[in-house]
């Protein structure tokens, strides 16, 4: 309680200026806005949708996210930054975006504004380059038709360092003294497993690459 009363003196609010979490969102809103208007561009300039979604895909969203490929990544180094920030489905920015904002809102509350957008990008290049690892290294798994694309690695190397940060920390105090942040984070590590079992074994790999990224940054900040 020490800690909820503590964070209620300085909050933070996404509206105020220097606030590194709504930046995250907004870059996250802005790309896949312009993703989606792309996609709308390409949907009506061709005969049939499976056309447009192909060339879609071989023309936008191959330069953004990460081939399996290495000798495909030689050519297009940049999208180990660029797929972290690009989502291509709804579902997938609004699951983003809802757990961004609100791991991200504890952690930059517990930390000020200066930790939450390095370790983003620290969780989405450590997500990038096991991604990478584990697409040439390990036998059976494909790396061409699943590349890696979303936040999802950036956003769970802030879920373990909020919850890492102040396991006991307590959301809505209103229901029976409040329920603790492990909870949430329990929830979310579930939701993101059931869905990334439906690719493979380098995407789920990524996610606890930014997991375990996450939890080494509290360690070593922690450590000062």
Same mark, same amino acid.
């Given at each position: ?188 590590? +579930? ?17 606890? +690459? ?15």
């Amino acid at each position: 309680m020490g800690v909820l009363q503590q964070n209620r003196k300085n909050p933070i609010l996404l509206g105020q200026d220097n606030n590194a979490l709504t930046w995250l969102l907004i870059i996250n809103a802005v790309v896949f806005i312009i993703i989606s208007f792309i996609k709308v561009v390409y949907y009506l300039g061709y005969e049939t949708p499976m056309e447009s979604q192909q060339n879609f895909h071989m023309q936008i969203t191959d330069w953004v996210s990460i081939p399996g490929n290495a000798d495909k990544l030689a050519t297009r180094p940049w999208t180990i930054l660029t797929y972290m920030f690009s989502h291509e489905s709804v579902w997938e920015i609004i699951g983003t975006a809802l757990w961004l904002w609100g791991f991200g809102y504890i952690f930059q509350d517990l930390t000020g504004n200066s930790k939450i957008f390095p370790l983003y990008i620290y969780g989405g290049l450590a997500g990038a380059v096991v991604f990478i690892l584990v697409s040439n290294l390990i036998p059976g798994t494909n790396t061409e038709s699943v590349p890696l694309l979303g936040g999802g690695a950036a956003v769970m190397a802030i879920a373990i360092a909020t919850t890492t940060t102040a396991p006991k920390y307590r959301i809505f105090p209103m229901i029976n003294g409040g329920i603790s942040i492990w909870i949430f984070t329990l929830v979310f590590v +579930a939701v993101d497993v059931a869905f990334v079992a439906g690719k493979n074994i380098s995407v789920a790999a990524a996610h606890t +690459a930014g997991a375990i990224i996450g939890f080494i940054f509290i360690v070593q900040m922690n450590r000062g």
